[in-house]
């Protein structure tokens, strides 16, 4: 079983809809966690962090459950350019980052 | 600012060659990472250093992968020889601290084919 699993996709979403992403992971010392977003053939760049209290980043809402350890990501008024991947981060602390295989999102006119 | 900067951006290179990869973090940034990122496996961290020295190298698939960092500005990933199944993206990124992911900055990333 891999430490943080994601539904790869694709997401195929109109413009203007909501999409929620869930995320989750095994490892129960996870410290903190992450959003990062991969565009086609570039590298994954920062989202936003997910605190046990949610947060929200404009039309963008992180979402942490630790004890069902799962994180979510959900996406309001979906844009043409918010389509990528995005990639589900946890951290037990230190370096040790594990990144999820990530979940396409394709966003259409 | 300048970010991380990766050479080459591509690679094609036969079963058997060396190829070596090669980062310049951003300035003042103590860690410095090497991923991989595959289609099967995702993104997988391979090695990490702390002010030039390496701090874990548990990801480092075999012993055919090295990691070298001469001074503060450069690292090299060597793959000798390589084989088919090396094929993928590697991925070099710095952060100013150890801590979570969000300090991690990633580089453009280089496209390794082993013919």
């Known amino acids: 079983r891999k430490e943080v699993e994601q539904d790869p996709g694709p997401f195929n979403v109109p413009e203007g809809a909501t999409v929620a992403f869930n995320c989750t992971y095994s490892?129960?010392?996870?410290?903190?966690f992450f959003w990062y977003r991969q565009d086609c053939r570039k590298e994954p760049k920062l989202l936003m962090s997910v605190y046990s209290s949610g947060n929200e980043d404009g039309r963008f809402t992180a979402q942490l459950n630790r004890a069902s350890q799962y994180i979510s990501l959900l996406i309001r008024d979906s844009k043409l350019s918010d389509s990528a991947t995005y990639l589900c981060v946890a951290n037990t602390g230190g370096f040790k980052t594990i990144f999820g295989a990530g979940t396409r999102l394709f966003v259409k006119a | 600012d300048a970010g991380v900067i990766q050479s080459p951006r591509h690679e094609v290179t036969e079963m058997g060659q060396e190829v070596t990869l090669r980062c310049k973090p951003i300035?003042?940034?103590?860690?410095l990472f090497w991923y991989r990122q595959t289609m099967m496996r995702g993104l997988e961290l391979l090695i990490y250093f702390n002010n030039n020295v390496p701090i874990d190298d548990s990801g480092m698939p075999e012993d055919r992968f090295s990691a070298k960092m001469p001074n503060a500005s450069f690292s090299t990933l060597k793959i000798q020889p390589s084989e088919p199944r090396d094929s993928a993206v590697y991925f070099c990124?710095?952060?100013?601290?150890?801590?979570?992911?969000?300090?991690?900055?990633f580089g453009p990333g280089t496209r390794l084919l082993v013919l």
């Open positions: 490892n129960s010392a996870s410290q903190s």
């Open positions: 300035s003042g940034h103590d860690y």
């Open positions: 990124a710095s952060s100013p601290r150890l801590a979570g992911a969000e300090t991690q900055y």
